[in-house]
């Protein structure tokens, strides 16, 4: 629950605007090669057994001690270290080792500026961005951005495949071998995502991973309900099931947990990030527990319910998440502080809020550099 919060905000921090999406996909990277090992090595003739079982438990500590030994050569954050610290010399030190040079100046530049107009911006608790009126919009956004992740139905995949491909007539052997499928498909998809992030854009593989996994999520219904009366129906209930993991790893399955960090500035970002990674772990949790009903009362139609949650985030999603790809963090609420103003009122003077003041100020401020 802790990783899968920092490790976004962390590497969306580190990053440069050109590479920040690619280097948040990695955190999905690592993800979906632990998924895949663990299916791997779950499989009854390695470790998923009765003899061996304790074994693929005890096998976890691996990864952790990796991270206990190679996490105090990571450098802090540097824009952690200048905005929230005030520790500028820490911050170029950190930005220098992230770099890889000494010729860092814009991007401490442009942090100091920010650190400037932020003066006036304390650091937003949990409780105080639920109330503040500027914000709940981009917080709407970020916590539908993981629902859409949760409640797409991919968990119902991940947990219950082998029972799923099972009770479609296929065979225990063919089952367990279609489930490490899923987690190779993510793993292979997860990779070739990572350039396209920077170059496509978060929003337009997001739109296109949901309108994938809606299409093929009536499939997997069609192909659930109809084995019986065509017979080719349960392999090709098993390729249904893998092109739908394919449209989710394109963009849902990363995108949600980087969007977060890139729709707010330093203040609320943390608070933002406790917030959706919440709702996520919560609604996971929700779909674990009610699919086994949901298969029970509704049977081979029991993925329904996902396809019609897909076509509300889609919409949703079309209508309000903004592209954030290549673009610096007060760049983005910038444009969306505007937009929210001339939706509100078209007519209206735009008049700057708190938030925006500090974004234009650092536009003025480079402009003048």
Not at 26 to 47: A, M
Not at 289 to 294: E, H, Q, S
Not at 303 to 316: E, G, Y
Request: with cysteine.
């Amino acid at each position: 629950g802790l990783y899968t919060g920092l490790t976004p905000l962390y590497l969306t921090e580190i990053a440069t605007a050109d590479i920040r999406g690619a280097l948040g996909t990695l955190h999905q990277f690592g993800v979906t090669i632990g998924i895949f090992l663990s299916q791997i090595l779950g499989f009854p003739e390695i470790f998923g057994n009765g003899e061996y079982w304790h074994i693929l438990l005890g096998l976890c500590v691996a990864p952790s001690a990796l991270q206990v030994f190679t996490m105090p050569f990571c450098p802090e954050s540097p824009r952690y270290l200048l905005l929230t610290k005030e520790k500028e010399n820490d911050a170029l030190n950190a930005l220098v080792k992230l770099r890889g040079t000494s010729g860092v100046d814009d991007d401490l530049n442009e942090m100091r500026q920010e650190h400037q107009a932020m003066q006036s911006e304390k650091k937003i608790g949990i409780l105080h961005l639920l109330k503040k009126k500027s914000l709940r919009m981009p917080l709407v956004i970020s916590i539908v951005m993981h629902l859409s992740q949760q409640l797409s139905g991919i968990n119902a995949i991940f947990y219950y495949s082998f029972k799923l491909f099972t009770s479609a007539g296929i065979s225990d052997d063919l089952a367990a071998h279609a489930t490490s499928g899923i987690g190779g498909i993510m793993l292979v998809m997860t990779l070739i995502t990572i350039p396209l992030m920077d170059r496509i854009g978060r929003r337009t593989l997001h739109l296109t991973g949901l309108a994938g996994m809606f299409v093929f999520s009536i499939l997997i219904t069609i192909t659930l309900s109809f084995t019986d009366k065509v017979p080719w129906f349960d392999t090709a209930n098993v390729v249904v099931s893998l092109v739908y993991v394919v449209f989710f790893a394109m963009g849902p399955g990363s995108i949600p947990w980087m969007i977060v960090a890139e729709l707010f500035t330093q203040g609320p970002r943390v608070s933002a990030m406790s917030i959706s990674v919440l709702i996520n772990w919560a609604c996971n949790f929700a779909v674990g527990y009610v699919f086994p009903i949901m298969q029970k009362e509704l049977n081979n139609f029991s993925f329904l319910p996902f396809t019609a949650f897909l076509l509300l985030f889609w919409i949703f999603i079309y209508v309000y998440l903004p592209e954030t790809k290549n673009r610096t963090f007060e760049d983005i609420a910038s444009s969306w502080n505007k937009s929210q103003s001339e939706a509100g009122n078209p007519q209206a003077k735009y008049i700057p809020t708190e938030d925006t003041a500090i974004v234009e100020f650092q536009q003025q401020q480079r402009s003048n550099r």
